[in-house]
C-alpha cells in the first residue's frame, strides 16, 4: 500500500510541466530564428512584391490542397 501517491503524482506533473516548457520554448527560439531570417531575405521588396509572393505562394499551396482532395475522393 502506497501512502504517498500524491506527492509521486504531484512530481511527475511538473516533470511533465517542465518538459512541456522546454518544449514550448525550443518551438518559439525556432520561430523566432526563421523569422529574423525571412525578414533579412525581404527586407527590401516592396509591398506589392510581397503580395505577389503572397498570392503565389497560396494558389501554390492552395492548388495543391486541392489537388490532394479532389484525388482523395476520387479514391474513395
Known amino acids: 500500500m502506497r ?3 500524491g506527492k509521486k503524482a504531484s512530481t511527475a506533473k511538473h ?3 517542465a518538459l512541456a516548457t522546454q518544449v514550448a520554448g525550443y518551438i518559439h ?3 523566432t530564428q526563421v523569422s ?3 525578414n533579412r531575405k525581404t527586407q ?3 509591398n506589392a512584391s510581397k503580395l505577389t ?3 503565389l505562394f ?3 499551396f492552395g492548388g495543391f490542397c486541392l ?3 479532389i484525388k482523395a475522393i476520387i479514391h474513395f
Open 44 to 46: 527590401y521588396w516592396n
Open 67 to 69: 489537388f490532394i482532395f
Open 15 to 17: 516533470r511533465e510541466n
Open 58 to 60: 497560396c494558389l501554390l
Open 3 to 5: 501512502l504517498f501517491k
Open 53 to 55: 509572393a503572397l498570392f
Open 29 to 31: 527560439r525556432r520561430q
Open 36 to 38: 529574423v531570417y525571412l
